[in-house]
Nanobody, 121 residues
C-alpha cells in the first residue's frame, strides 16, 4: 500500500500562484509515476501532470507553460507549482501514484485525500 498526503491548496486571485505538495509513504518502491489530477464540481476527474521517477514530465495542454511538476525522490515528495492561475483552474486537486503511466483516473490505484484550489476573478 502507498499513502499520499497533499498540502498547499488555498484561495488566490486570477494571476496568482500556489504550490501543492504530496508526500508518499509505504510501499513507494512500487511507484514509478506521480501525478496530479483535478476535479471540478459536477465534472470528471481530469489528469493534469505526471512526473516519472527517471525525471521526465508531461502536462495536459491547458496548463503547459503555467504549471510545473517536480519531485524530490529522496523524500518521496512531488510538487505542483501553479502560476498564472485562472478561474478555470478551480478544482479539488488530487495526488496520484502508480506503477504505470496513466492519464485516466480509473486506472490509478493510489490517491491522496485532495486539496482545494479556488481561483477568483
Amino acid at each position: 500500500q502507498v499513502q499520499l498526503v497533499e498540502s498547499g491548496g488555498g484561495s488566490v486571485q486570477a494571476g496568482g500562484s500556489l504550490r501543492l505538495s504530496c508526500a508518499a509513504s509505504g510501499d513507494t518502491y512500487s511507484v514509478n509515476y506521480m501525478s496530479w489530477f483535478r476535479q471540478a464540481p459536477g465534472k470528471e476527474r481530469d489528469w493534469v501532470a505526471t512526473a516519472y521517477i527517471g525525471g521526465s514530465t508531461t502536462y495536459v495542454d491547458s496548463v503547459k507553460g503555467r504549471f510545473t511538476i517536480s519531485q524530490d525522490n529522496a523524500k518521496n515528495t512531488v510538487f505542483l507549482q501553479m502560476d498564472s492561475l485562472k478561474p478555470g483552474d478551480t478544482a479539488m486537486y488530487y495526488c496520484a501514484a502508480s506503477a504505470g503511466y496513466f492519464t485516466n483516473w480509473k486506472s490509478v490505484r493510489y490517491w491522496g485525500q485532495g486539496t482545494q484550489v479556488t481561483v477568483s476573478s
